[in-house]
């Protein structure tokens, strides 16, 4: 500022035959100079009114910056969370998947185990069967001959 409240208090006039009247004058000059004071205490009040704002602006505006990397490394941190975790569920997929297909081959073996069993079971009881019944069959033809000779 060019031009103090002081300035205008000091300063002096030469004083001339048909000059302003000095009362007057001097009245203004106070006025003016407490209207500049006013005014120059209002601008250093907002000039620190606004150096507290900017203050809270860049102080905002680390919060924020900091929010914002906060949430992008919480989401980096949670994708990897949930990566590993689809990982996980695949490789127990994959093991589940095949104790399943070895569990299917196994009941598949003992499947066949059962029919060769089956097969077998059938072929020796028919086997016994039809040696009963020769010895049925031996057995009778000695009784029809033993019955054919006495007459």
Do not use: C, W
């Amino acid at each position: 500022m060019g031009i103090t409240p002081l300035d205008i208090h000091n300063q002096e006039f030469s004083r001339s035959f048909r000059g302003y009247d000095v009362d007057e004058v001097d009245e203004f000059l106070e006025m003016v100079a407490n209207e500049i004071e006013e005014l120059s205490k209002e601008n250093e009040r907002l000039k620190v009114e606004l150096a507290e704002y900017k203050k809270k602006e860049e102080d905002a505006k680390k919060e924020l910056e900091m929010a914002r990397s906060s949430a992008e490394e919480k989401i980096k941190v949670a994708q990897r969370e949930a990566d590993l975790i689809i990982k996980e569920a695949k490789l127990k997929a994959d093991k589940l998947i095949e104790e399943a297909y070895k569990e299917a081959q196994r009941l598949k073996e003992d499947l066949e185990g059962i029919k060769r069993a089956r097969m077998r079971f059938f072929l020796e009881f028919k086997t016994l069967l039809e040696s009963y019944l020769r010895l049925i069959e031996d057995d009778n033809k000695g009784v029809l001959d033993v019955g054919s000779t006495e007459k």
